[in-house]
T-cell receptor, first 113, second 115 residues
């Protein structure tokens, strides 16, 4: 799996946009970028994924650079409930099919008043 | 639609014992994956089951095993428990597309404490 690098922690004011960066310089052409988050002591929650185009859903937007070596997850109006660890994951397409997520250490996002 | 459920939520065992954890996936999901989360190692992939067959496996010793039933429910077993097995064990379900690109939905986890 391609390695990802994320900042250890970030702070954001409530109501402002939270921009979480991720570097994945060794990503290969058929690997997708996924984002999950984990609120304390709960199971991780899927947020969004993309290949090369920008993606948006009801939770967030994902911006992937043209060379695909980095991406940014954007939470447009962060709330206190968005405080969590955010994981950027590059998904490898397994030859036998199936799912395997390789989690890094993630970014601890703290949203404050 | 009900989410992924895991039982029990909390468990305390003694070294040398064995333990079985259960996971019920979202209705219609055929893939169940298991993960271990510890403060030191973070979230690590254990194995994945699809249609009652283990499809992928992480780097864990043979003491960790699992199975999946015809209704897609899954169990994982840890034999000869060690103190280091204390962790949050998470189960995730997905539709199980062959390319592995579908999102996974995680349960709340089972907190295992080994004394």
């Amino acid at each position: 799996d391609a390695k990802t690098t994320q900042p250890t922690s970030m702070d954001c004011a409530e109501g402002r946009a939270a921009n979480l960066p991720c570097n994945h310089s060794t990503i290969s052409g058929n690997e997708y970028v996924y984002w999950y988050r984990q609120i304390h002591s709960q199971g991780p929650q899927y947020i969004i994924h993309g290949l090369k185009n920008n993606e948006t859903n009801e939770m967030a937007s994902l911006i992937i650079t043209e060379d695909r070596k980095s991406s940014t997850l954007i939470l447009p109006h962060a709330t206190l409930r968005d405080t969590a660890v955010y994981y950027c994951i590059v998904r490898v397409r397994l030859t036998g099919g199936g799912n395997k997520l390789t989690f890094g250490t993630g970014t601890q996002l703290k949203v404050e008043l | 639609k009900a989410g992924v459920t895991q039982t029990p939520r909390y468990l305390i065992k003694t070294r040398g014992q064995q333990v079985t954890l259960s996971c019920s996936p979202i209705s219609g999901h055929r893939s169940v994956s298991w993960y271990q989360q510890t403060p030191g190692q973070g979230l690590q992939f254990l194995f994945e089951y699809f249609s009652e067959t283990q499809r992928n496996k992480g780097n864990f010793p043979g003491r960790f095993s699992g199975r999946q039933f015809s209704n897609s429910r899954s169990e994982m077993n840890v034999s000869t428990l060690e103190l280091g097995d204390s962790a949050l064990y998470l189960c995730a379900s997905s539709l199980g597309h062959r390319d592995g690109l579908g999102e996974q939905y995680f349960g709340p986890g089972t907190r295992l404490t080994v004394t």
